[in-house]
């Protein structure tokens, strides 16, 4: 610090020894300090060099992510201060004999750099509520990257500043265990907790389900509340059960044993139409505790401390809402790990994925702050749902938990996944599948419309996924066999009605991946008042391919066909439309299905002008011809087109 101050250095970098700088590194953080007047503590990306000199695994990081910090060290071998910063913090702490232990809510572990970072960051407001620039001085003027609601106190430089020697632990000694914080926190502050938490659960007619639920939430929970000092009550919302299913609940809730820290069950039966925002606010109005936890009747508690585990975040005055990694039932299979919003909307990270591996640096281990979580197993201190006005009832059925988190995002909290723990979801039961029924396909795409409406600055954005590891294909690490021109350069397509010559059948061994439908110009993101354009036309891309055959003898089309009352198994009908497609070279779709053949070229896209399709709701399907017998096999996605008003499409064949 005394060299510093003589030599009148604006900032410091503290790095490792083990590895080398980026060649750039200097430039880039003097450079983002000055676009950033009110940041001054950050950290950025980083990889391994190998003996040999080449840079191998980057990592990729999220922006500033208090939770994910509790849980493992990963801003790691970088972080650069300004110097009047350091300044400071050396004054207040001048003669002080510090113990992580001396503050609540410090992470176990840490080395000597950790703990460093750690009272900077706690100096620089990084465990508090994001507040926006200017919000004390009631001046905000958002910045060029921060928009109205990203003011992050600590910054991320999206970029690689380090490369540490291979082998070297990226997180200093404090990496992302399956532990349970809240426990090593207990036992090392000798803290005693207490915590009343009402347990939210919308059910109609699956009193089975519900006995699993109850039954598995009070077997985890008693056996370990006492000591992590839980009280709970349960409040079911029935939105119409038969008599005799009524009847069975009500049995069942008087049969539930008098355990400790239960504090019984409230039953609210009102027959009405299914809006799980309705139901599930009609629950927070019975409730007289501390804490909301929202779960799906379909949700089984299977090991002791999740839910203390939940707590242990939910109580930070930083934090929004709390989900855990729910698993598909019987298998390891993840169906949940956080929420990511990419282009087509919010999706599961991981889903489908095994979680028997980790995956880039834990993603499915440890703890995370993430744009979300999902509605199936959610928790909020009561203040601050209260504080959001609760789920929107707006959105019945789709989205709204969706909708909770974006609200809590931009009203500066952070909202945080326990993946060091899980549940088992036995999806869809207590509602059906949505994609299996065209209307509910609508609707789900009508809410999610409605979504990015209300939260527009947040259409296509997640700030705690690297732009680097997004789905834009114009900013992906990847190497391609040829540069990708950029939607608004590819040729316009035009639509032509579909006829059914030859052998064709509808066939599942067609795969069609749609991953995104929808305005060039949104698609781009290409500012605020441009993203309702018309002007670009459409884009429609995905991947696709024949299970079991060689992809090389299959030339692909487009299906697009208007709604009208089919249902999704129904065949093709009459209104009906083909477009060819480009292809697109995808190895990381091959990658992942290495038993299928000749699938790197497995990409598709199209795009269309505005007015090349009558006004309507359209469901996207892949025509596959084979070349050498030319048996033509077909199935549709699960994604919708909606396009705009405009003339009809070409006719001829």
């Not at 404090?174 to 939210?200: A, C, D």
């Not at 409040?235 to 009524?246: Q, W």
């Not at 049969?255 to 400790?260: A, G, N, Q």
């Amino acid at each position: 610090l005394a060299r510093a101050q003589k030599k009148q250095a604006p900032f410091l970098i503290f790095e490792r020894r083990q590895g080398e700088e980026g060649k750039s590194a200097v430039f880039l953080i003097r450079d983002f300090f000055d676009k950033h007047p009110e940041i001054s503590l950050l950290y950025g990306d980083e990889d391994e060099i190998s003996e040999e000199g080449k840079y191998r695994n980057p990592y990729f990081k999220p922006d500033w992510s208090p939770d994910t910090y509790l849980s493992c060290f990963y801003p790691g071998s970088l972080f650069a201060i300004r110097t009047k910063t350091l300044q400071k913090l050396v004054a207040s702490k001048e003669g002080e004999e510090f113990s992580p232990w001396q503050e609540k809510g410090l992470p176990p572990k840490m080395t000597a750099p950790d703990l460093f970072f750690c009272l900077l960051a706690r100096q620089e407001q990084g465990f508090a509520r994001r507040r926006r620039a200017g919000e004390d001085s009631g001046k905000i003027s958002p910045t060029e990257e921060a928009q109205r609601y990203f003011h992050f106190p600590i910054g991320h430089l999206p970029e690689v500043l380090f490369h540490r020697n291979e082998g070297e632990d990226l997180y200093l000694g404090r990496n992302q265990k399956q532990e349970l914080l809240s426990q090593f926190h207990r036992e090392e502050s000798g803290e005693k907790p207490s915590y009343s938490v009402s347990i939210i659960i919308p059910s109609k007619d699956n009193p089975q389900l519900l006995k699993q639920c109850l039954h598995a939430v009070m077997k985890t929970v008693c056996a370990h509340g006492e000591d992590a000092g839980i009280s709970y009550e349960f409040i079911l919302v029935d939105n119409g059960s038969s008599a005799e299913n009524r009847r069975k609940i009500e049995t069942l809730i008087s049969s539930l044993p008098k355990t400790p820290g239960f504090l019984g069950a409230n039953y609210v039966y009102q027959p009405e139409p299914f809006n799980f925002s309705h139901m599930c606010n009609r629950g927070a109005e019975e409730a007289r505790t501390d804490y909301l936890l929202f779960l799906n009747d379909d949700v089984e508690a299977l090991t002791e401390g999740w839910l203390s585990e939940m707590l242990y975040f939910a109580e930070k005055p930083w934090t929004g809402a709390v989900g855990v990694k729910l698993l598909y039932p019987n298998c390891d299979l993840i169906q949940h790990c956080g929420i990511a919003n990419i282009r087509i909307g919010p999706v599961h990270k991981l889903q489908h994925f095994s979680d028997s591996k980790e995956y880039y640096f834990g993603y499915n281990r440890g703890v995370h702050d993430m744009i979300g979580v999902t509605g199936a197993c959610l928790l909020i201190r009561a203040s601050v749902f209260r504080e959001m006005g609760g789920f929107p009832e707006d959105m019945a059925v789709a989205f709204n938990d969706v909708e909770l988190n974006y609200h809590l995002f931009e009203s500066g909290y952070y909202n945080v996944c326990c993946n060091n723990v899980f549940l088992y979801h036995h999806e869809s039961l207590s509602r059906g599948d949505d994609l299996k029924d065209l209307t509910k396909m609508a609707r789900m795409e009508r809410e999610l419309t409605r979504l990015m409406e209300i939260h527009e600055d947040l259409d296509g954005v997640d700030p705690f996924l690297h732009r680097y590891i997004s789905d834009n294909e114009n900013m992906k690490v990847q190497v391609t066999l040829n540069e990708i021109a950029p939607p608004n350069e590819l040729p316009f397509t035009s639509p032509k009605c579909f006829q059914a010559r030859g052998k064709i059948r509808r066939d599942a061994v067609v795969r069609a991946g749609v991953e995104y439908t929808g305005l060039v110009s949104r698609y781009l993101r290409i500012g605020r008042d441009s993203r309702k354009s018309l002007k670009d036309g459409y884009l429609i891309q995905g991947y696709t391919f024949v299970i079991g055959d060689d992809n090389a003898l299959y030339e692909k089309k487009l299906i697009l066909e208007r709604l009208r009352a089919q249902k999704a198994e129904d065949p093709i009908g009459k209104e009906a439309y083909e477009l060819p497609v480009e292809e697109v070279y995808r190895p990381e779709i091959a990658e992942q299905i290495p038993d299928q053949k000749n699938v790197n070229f497995c990409g598709f896209r199209v795009r269309m002008r505005a007015d090349a399709l009558p006004e309507g709701d359209y469901r996207v399907g892949i025509l596959m011809r084979n070349r050498v017998h030319r048996q033509k096999l077909y199935d549709f996605g699960v994604m919708l087109f909606h396009a705009g008003p405009g003339k009809a499409a070409q006719t001829e064949a």
